[in-house]
């Protein structure tokens, strides 16, 4: 009687066998980022030819009154937080210096100007202050849902955790790429046609985008 022993698998086997699972597996943890992300470009990239208004927003603009001029950027935010109902840590201070400017035949003195800024997927609020007056100038922008998720797209006023989640899903996708390059390579052809198949790729690529621009 002839008895067949199972044979050992191999150090590289072992290797294959442990990415084909961390390949499998990582991709569906960031399924549903990659979709958002697969939507909202392809949204994005055909929003003229589908009618899309994807960057539709609504604006509102308020004059708000200061009871006493500020001393500085966070006093401000300080004072105007609880009327636009968000933290004053969130209005981010940008100073412009004063500086002469035409004005008819002469010049006048502009003076200094405070811009505040808050960003958020669902709202961008900015408030414009002139040093020495007695009110300031808020503006509200509302995106409509389709610039609402081009915002996360872009984690525009996200927090860091959605930030994160990002980063992963991106690096997520290029060791998916690499990945499935390498997987390809070992169980459906050889090294050179790995090699062939990736040169090609990336000179079609290239040459794509250096013709766009």
């Not at 840590?89 to 210096?97: C, G, S, T, V, Y």
């Not at 100038?137 to 409509?144: D, F, G, L, S």
């Not at 525009?156 to 992963?168: E, K, N, Q, R, V």
């Not at 997987?183 to 090609?200: D, Q, V, Y």
Request: net charge positive; charged share 15%.
């Amino acid at each position: 009687m002839i008895h067949l022993h199972p044979r050992p698998a191999t150090q590289r086997g072992n290797v294959q066998k442990c990415l084909r699972r961390v390949h499998a597996w990582f991709g569906l943890a960031i399924a549903a980022m990659l979709l958002l992300f697969a939507v909202t470009g392809f949204l994005l990239n055909h929003r003229a030819v589908m009618k899309i208004p994807a960057l539709d927003r609504k604006e509102v603009t308020q004059i708000l009154p200061l009871e006493a001029g500020p001393a500085d950027p966070q006093a401000l935010a300080t004072a105007l937080a609880p009327a636009l109902g968000i933290e004053a840590a969130a209005l981010k201070p940008r100073i412009e210096p004063p500086r002469a400017v035409s004005w008819g035949n002469g010049e006048v003195r502009q003076p200094e100007r405070w811009t505040l800024r808050a960003d958020t997927p669902s709202e961008t609020v900015q408030v414009e202050y002139w040093l020495g007056s007695g009110q300031a100038e808020v503006k509200r922008t509302k995106p409509n849902l389709w610039l609402y998720l081009a915002r996360l797209h872009m984690s525009i006023g996200t927090g860091p955790a959605w930030i994160l989640l990002s980063d992963a899903a991106a690096l997520g996708l290029a060791f998916l790429g690499l990945s499935g390059f390498w997987l390809w390579g070992r169980l459906h052809g050889s090294r050179r046609k790995l090699t062939l198949l990736a040169s090609a790729g990336l000179v079609l690529t290239g040459t794509l985008a250096w013709l766009a621009g």
